[in-house]
Antibody, heavy 123, light 110 residues
Framework: QVQLVQSGGEVKKPGASVKVSCKAS????????MHWVRQAPGQGLEWMGI????????TYPQKFQGRVTLTRDTSTTTVYMELSSLTSEDTAVYYC????????????????WGQGTLVTVSS | QSALTQPASVSGSPGQSITISCTGT?????????VSWYQQHPGKAPKLMIY???NRPSGISNRFSGSKSGNTASLTISGLQAEDEADYYC??????????FGGGTKLTVL
């Protein structure tokens, strides 16, 4: 069955960067979009961006422009989310989640989710 | 892009029906039939319950249904069960080719 397995929790100091990985299995990696969503403690879900694993192209919401970078490694079927200039407000659980088929289902819902990675930003 | 508006909480007794609303704008909920709903239990990842306004993924109970009118989408859960107690989030595709979530609704089964 489809699985998205994320890297372990991280503790970072303010101003640092963090890179979280998400390894996909049991489906054709380059056929589906991948998104990243985060959830601060006790708060709601927040969309951080989308990557086309085939082309490597990305789209980010204005809030995260210039601070988040999504990349992928097709040889290991892994996507990465790097967030820079961390502050305490970036303390959250970060999820990767699969979207729709490349080119035909850009707007499709998030059907499979990783287990989440807790990133804690503290001095 | 502002978050979609959901009630903070709803409640119902076992066997009853409840509806959760999700209000957006003509640039997101009202623009496309790409509204989805997610269930999240404490400490767990969200789970897709409804996609494209009213479609259920395989394995999701037909007690869950979705609809949309104008800029407001709705999730209805009929025959409430204790296991339905969770947080529920709506999400929509936007005219900027981004995604937006609602603030979430806590469902309590009395």
């Amino acid at each position: 069955q489809v699985q998205l397995v994320q890297s372990g929790g991280e503790v970072k100091k303010p101003g640092a960067s963090v890179k979280v990985s998400c390894k996909a299995s049991a489906y054709t990696f380059t056929s589906y979009y991948m998104h990243w969503v985060r959830q601060a403690p006790g708060q709601g879900l927040e969309w951080m961006g989308i990557i086309n694993p085939s082309a490597g192209s990305t789209t980010y919401p204005q809030k995260f422009q210039g601070r988040v970078t999504l990349t992928r490694d097709t040889s290991t079927t892994t996507v990465y989310m790097e967030l820079s200039s961390l502050t305490s407000e970036d303390t959250a659980v970060y999820y990767c989640t699969r979207g729709g088929l490349i080119y035909t289902d850009y707007a499709r819902a998030f059907d499979y989710w990783g287990q989440g990675t807790l990133v804690t930003v503290s001095s | 892009q502002s978050a979609l508006t959901q009630p903070a909480s709803v409640s119902g007794s076992p066997g009853q029906s409840i509806t959760i609303s999700c209000t957006g704008t003509s640039s997101d909920v009202g623009a496309y039939n790409y509204v989805s709903w997610y269930q999240q239990h404490p400490g767990k990842a969200p789970k897709l319950m409804i996609y494209d306004v009213s479609n259920r993924p395989s394995g999701i109970s037909n007690r869950f249904s979705g609809s949309k009118s104008g800029n407001t989408a709705s999730l209805t859960i009929s025959g409430l069960q204790a296991e339905d107690e969770a947080d529920y989030y709506c999400s929509a595709h936007t005219a900027s080719s981004t995604r937006v979530f609602g603030g979430g609704t806590k469902l309590t089964v009395l």
